[in-house]
């Protein structure tokens, strides 16, 4: 079974500074991965997917993750956090998108500190 | 790009009542539908899929008679609550494979918010 694990909870970081959410995944067959962000009360936006293309992917806002087989992460990054940045955000996989449900990580809160 | 329209967006509704959301594929068709509900500062979990004309598949631990699921055409899923209890109050949403013919992506509505009073 695939599942992901996002490492830390919550994670504060100041206005201007570097954003780093942390996703281990674990699965038997290639994975398709995804970072989301939820605002609250809303729907999930996606940021950046991979589906075994280029290993960095770049998305939207400014973020962007690496995928890294050997360590089995697809982390999330963003050199220079904004006060809007502040969300939770999911990483999620599928072992085959449109035939299987994603499977999500349990979520990380950013704070952005002015 | 692929639009999911979920509503209602919010619902309050007393304890013994039924209540029935919707997810609407705009401009693509959904044989699949995901539903998923979201406690409050929780991951979302997986309650069921369904495709359409066939029945849904539950995971284990979902009641299937509380949670009604019908998918009866390529642009319509509706998760209906039944004799909703306070224990039901949260977030559901729905999510749908985009149909992008490299099928690497998937679509998500806003969200219902369920208040059982």
């Known amino acids: 079974a695939q599942s992901v694990t996002q490492l830390g909870s919550h994670v504060s970081v100041s206005e201007g500074a570097l954003v780093l959410l942390r996703c281990n995944y674990s699965?038997?067959?290639?994975?398709?991965l995804f970072w989301y962000v939820q605002y609250p009360n809303q729907g999930l936006q996606l940021l950046l997917k991979y589906t075994s293309a280029a290993t960095l992917v770049k998305g939207i806002n400014g973020f962007e993750a690496e995928f890294k087989k050997s360590e089995t992460s697809f982390h999330l990054t963003k050199p220079s956090a904004h006060m809007s940045d502040a969300a939770e955000y999911f990483c999620?996989?599928?072992?085959?998108?449109?035939?299987?449900?994603?499977?999500f990580g349990k979520g990380t809160r950013l704070s952005v500190i002015a | 790009g692929a639009v999911v329209s979920q509503h209602p967006s919010w619902v309050i509704c007393k304890s013994g009542t039924s209540v029935k959301i919707e997810c609407r594929s705009l401009d693509f068709q959904a044989t699949t539908m995901f539903w998923y509900r979201q406690f409050p500062k929780q991951s979302l979990m997986l309650m069921a899929t369904s495709n359409e004309g066939s029945k849904a598949t539950y995971e284990q631990g979902v009641e299937k008679d509380k949670f009604l699921i019908n998918h009866a055409s390529l642009t319509l899923s509706t998760l209906t609550v039944t004799s909703a209890h306070p224990e039901d109050s949260s977030f559901y949403i729905c999510?749908?494979?985009?149909?992008?013919?490299?099928?690497?992506?998937?679509?998500f509505g806003s969200g219902t918010r369920l208040t059982v009073v």
């Open positions: 999510s749908a494979p985009e149909e992008t013919g490299r099928l690497d992506g998937y679509t």
């Open positions: 999620a996989v599928s072992d085959y998108p449109g035939n299987t449900p994603l499977v």
């Open positions: 699965s038997s067959v290639p994975p398709y």
